[in-house]
């Protein structure tokens, strides 16, 4: 009874390949947000959506594209995957688009690019 | 725009001994703070959060944080560290509204038996 789940937790994957990661939550929350943890452990946020809306997309290059079929999950896709492009992703969720709302974290994936 | 600075990249305790990992914040607005703990290979577990009323927030595991609005600090202390509690700390920030959390660069707690 995972609270965020992601699939799956290592990917590697080869220049050039497009490859997908699953996020889904159950506990109910309105907003769900994808972020990026590079070699140096820094996190930065890539996409937020609420409810199925995307509301913010930081400067991200677009072979990054979020999808979220419900609001319950929120998937990414990478196209034409590149070195730079290996990290950990997070997905995480939030309760409502407040500002009291702690964030919920996925156990991450790992992305090799070789 | 918000941010964080987490000025030690490393902070080495001797087990028993009390511990603080030092966090300062920028926002325009009110500034609501939290902090996530990281075990390697796993995801980030919420510790604490600061929203208003009391400067010192008590959270998970014994920590505690102290909000300082003079000093735009929100440093997490402990009174007796373990071992186990070794890991990486992040310290994070929103300001209100659609804003998602931003983090501070992390900074990695030894405990020494």
């Known amino acids: 009874d995972t609270a965020v789940s992601q699939t799956p937790k290592y990917l590697v994957t080869q220049m050039g390949n497009d490859k997908s990661i699953k996020c889904e939550q159950n506990?109910?929350?309105?907003?769900m947000y994808w972020y990026k943890q590079d070699s140096k452990k820094f996190l930065k946020i890539m996409f937020s959506y609420n409810n199925k809306e995307l509301i913010i997309n930081e400067t991200v290059p677009n072979r990054f594209s979020p999808k979220s079929p419900d609001k319950a999950h929120l998937n990414l896709h990478i196209n034409s995957l590149e070195l730079g492009d290996s990290a950990v992703y997070f997905c995480?969720?939030?309760?409502?688009?407040?500002?009291?709302?702690?964030?919920?974290f996925g156990q991450g994936t790992r992305l090799t690019v070789v | 725009a918000q941010s964080v600075a987490q000025p030690e990249d490393q902070v080495n305790v001797a087990e028993g001994n009390p511990l603080t990992v030092k966090c300062t914040y920028s926002?325009?607005?009110?500034?609501?703070l939290f902090w996530y703990v990281q075990y390697p290979n796993r995801g980030l577990q919420f510790l604490l959060k600061?929203?208003?009323?009391?400067?010192l927030v008590k959270g998970s595991y014994g920590f505690e944080a102290e909000f300082n609005k003079s000093q735009t600090s929100f440093h997490l202390k402990k009174p007796s560290a373990l071992v186990s509690d070794s890991a990486l700390y992040f310290c994070?920030?929103?300001?209100?509204?659609?804003?998602?959390?931003?983090f501070g660069k992390g900074t990695r707690l030894s405990v020494i038996a």
């Open positions: 600061y929203i208003t009323g009391d400067n």
């Open positions: 926002v325009s607005g009110n500034p609501y």
């Open positions: 995480a969720s939030t309760a409502r688009p407040g500002v009291a709302s702690e964030a919920f």
């Open positions: 506990l109910g929350h309105d907003t």
């Open positions: 994070a920030v929103r300001d209100g509204g659609n804003t998602p959390l931003v």
